[in-house]
């Protein structure tokens, strides 16, 4: 008889701490699950299967959000840096194989990349007695709206649009005291002539654009 109380107890103790243990897991389980929300008069209320699925994504991105956040980019490879250094060598390359060449019986001036000509323009030439030189030069003054002074009344002219020199100057010649180059005019009607002290004449827009397309150090092969 003692024995059937003591088996009885012990089963009404394992009943009794089922019973707290589903308690206590309907009690957490329904406090971690959302409630009804007011808004605007209109009850709604999210399905426990829409809560966990939220919470399953929220989960999933906040641990992509974090490691994007925190993620260091990589260097390039070895391979990459090569060939970003070969690109820029390259692309250095070409600007600097430039050279321009005057064909003084043309009348015109060729701009070239290597063996390619990328642009041609018409030009005015040395008059008799102030014949353009010929040879081998390179650019070694660039100026933007240059004055100019005539080299036999001394007469200087202010820069501006009336300037005898225009909108752009390009020197590649001088005896240590008078230059020769490239430059704009005023007279847009006279490039194509022998009218220079020497220079080569031609139109603004033109030489703005030569301007451009050359820097210092750029040789100028200038033949008859």
Not at 59 to 79: A, C, H, Q, R, Y
Not at 85 to 108: F, G, P
């Amino acid at each position: 008889m003692v024995r059937n109380d003591s088996l009885v107890r012990i089963v009404m103790l394992l009943c009794f701490g089922t019973a707290i243990l589903s308690l206590t897991l309907h009690w957490r389980i329904s406090t971690s699950m959302p409630k009804t929300v007011k808004n605007s008069g209109v009850l709604s209320k999210t399905e426990p299967e829409d809560f966990w699925g939220q919470q399953i994504r929220r989960f999933f991105f906040s641990v992509g959000k974090d490691v994007t956040e925190n993620s260091v980019p990589l260097p390039p490879s070895t391979t990459q840096t090569a060939s970003l250094q070969k690109s820029e060598a390259k692309r250095l390359h070409a600007s600097s194989q430039k050279k321009v060449v005057v064909d003084l019986s043309l009348r015109r001036v060729y701009v070239y990349r290597q063996k390619t000509v990328i642009a041609s323009y018409p030009i005015g030439v040395g008059k008799k007695g102030w014949e353009t030189p010929t040879g081998t030069f390179e650019v070694m003054h660039m100026q933007k709206y240059p004055a100019w002074q005539h080299p036999i009344t001394g007469k200087v002219f202010a820069a501006g649009p009336n300037s005898p020199l225009g909108e752009r100057w390009i020197g590649f010649w001088s005896d240590g005291h008078n230059e020769i180059g490239f430059h704009g005019t005023p007279n847009s009607e006279l490039v194509g002539s022998p009218v220079s002290h020497g220079c080569l004449r031609m139109r603004n827009p033109d030489v703005r654009l030569l301007y451009e397309q050359i820097s210092l150090g750029v040789p100028v092969q200038v033949r008859k």
